[in-house]
């Protein structure tokens, strides 16, 4: 046991050096980017962290048009010697790595509840976060006005949408062990969970666009204020699925966006054929902007803002299920941190738009 410790701290210091160096393919050039490394510091004695291997600006954007991607990646294990694919795979990642971050990973309720409000508070409505003794965790209630309780202990608020004219919104809460509702201005009704893909719906212009799915949950449809607009079979067999073939609805440049099992669909159009993708995953917007992983001739690349980060990664961690589920790409309005493979080692890989003064 101990010879396999040895033997792993010193592939976690090989390829933090060879981490130190990585190429981008921007707008068709590669540029090598090179990193110093401290070569005083003992092989015995080295930590492995994240290391900053790239940012990006668009070219054609001056400072501060465009928001830069700062992509910082922290070597694990050699493939041979582990796989994240279990949950003690977590206690290989140091702690000083998860804490660096961690402010904007995982923003704290306070926070995410006061962001929510500054939306809320032009229509005349806000969130109000309670703790409850022998609960680990806040609840909400939901206030209109200044006093008029509209409902109580929530344990689950969705992402808010707000339409193009900016007089109407939509937000899901969930009740602790009752229904989800869809909250608009001077309107509530039960939503349910299951018959949406466990999906909030989201302003496109102003109309609402939600995605159902049917009974057996093999045919799904996009609707825009109730009218099918795109409907789609899942590559399921029936009765043997276990995740929800759609991974998330956006709406985005006057479009609504839906990622299903490696296709991405704009508006009706396959992404993955116009851009000549044999597979796009983890599409969400940072800052307003889309990022996405996409996979061509078996190399996974990054995209953001329109700007491509060509085949970094062997493999990165998607769909799994199960326990493995846990190293699945994961990621908020910030960041997106996800577990890929390249070069026969596994990293630990950050990616996002920060406001240092968070930190």
């Not at 279990?86 to 000083?96: A, L, W």
């Not at 806000?126 to 209109?144: A, I, Q, S, T």
């Not at 990622?259 to 669909?265: K, L, N």
Request: proline content about 6%.
């Amino acid at each position: 046991m101990k010879g396999c410790v040895l033997l792993a701290i010193s592939l976690l210091l090989l390829s933090t050096a060879a981490a130190c160096q990585s190429v981008l393919e921007m707008d068709g050039k590669e540029t090598a980017i090179v990193l110093p490394t401290s070569a005083s510091t003992p092989r015995s004695t080295a930590t492995p962290a994240l290391v900053v291997v790239a940012t990006s600006l668009p070219a054609d954007q001056l400072p501060g048009a465009t928001p830069v991607l700062t992509v910082e990646e922290c070597p694990i294990v050699a493939q041979e010697v582990d796989t994240p694919s279990h949950f003690e795979y977590f206690q290989r990642i140091p702690v000083e790595v998860l804490e660096k971050r961690r402010a904007w990973r995982e923003p704290i309720p306070e926070e995410r509840v006061a962001s929510t409000n500054q939306t809320l508070v032009s229509f005349g409505y806000r969130l109000v976060l309670k703790r409850k003794p022998g609960w680990d965790y806040p609840f909400y209630d939901l206030y209109e006005r200044v006093s008029l309780l509209v409902k109580s202990d929530l344990d689950a608020i969705w992402p808010i949408s707000v339409n193009s004219m900016g007089d109407d919104f939509a937000l899901l809460v969930e009740e602790l062990n009752g229904p989800t509702f869809l909250i608009r201005r001077g309107n509530i009704e039960q939503w349910d969970q299951g018959r949406h893909c466990y999906i909030p719906p989201v302003f496109v212009g102003d109309d609402l666009v939600a995605v159902e799915a049917g009974e057996q949950h093999e045919r799904y449809v996009v609707r825009r204020e109730g009218e099918t607009v795109y409907d789609f079979t899942a590559l399921v067999v029936p009765g043997l699925r276990v995740d929800n073939p759609v991974k998330g609805l956006w709406s985005w440049n006057g479009h609504w966006v839906l990622e299903v099992d490696g296709q991405v669909i704009m508006g009706g159009r396959r992404l993955n054929q116009d851009l000549g993708y044999d597979e796009i995953f983890g599409w969400r917007l940072l800052k307003g902007q889309p990022f996405y992983f996409f996979r061509k001739n078996n190399r996974i690349g990054v995209s953001y803002a329109d700007q491509v980060f060509s085949y970094q990664y062997d493999e990165v961690i998607h769909y799994r299920c199960c326990e493995p589920a846990a190293f699945n790409v994961s990621g908020n309005e910030t960041m997106v941190w996800f577990h890929a493979l390249r070069g026969g080692i596994w990293y630990y890989v950050e990616m996002g738009i920060y406001d240092e003064d968070q930190g």
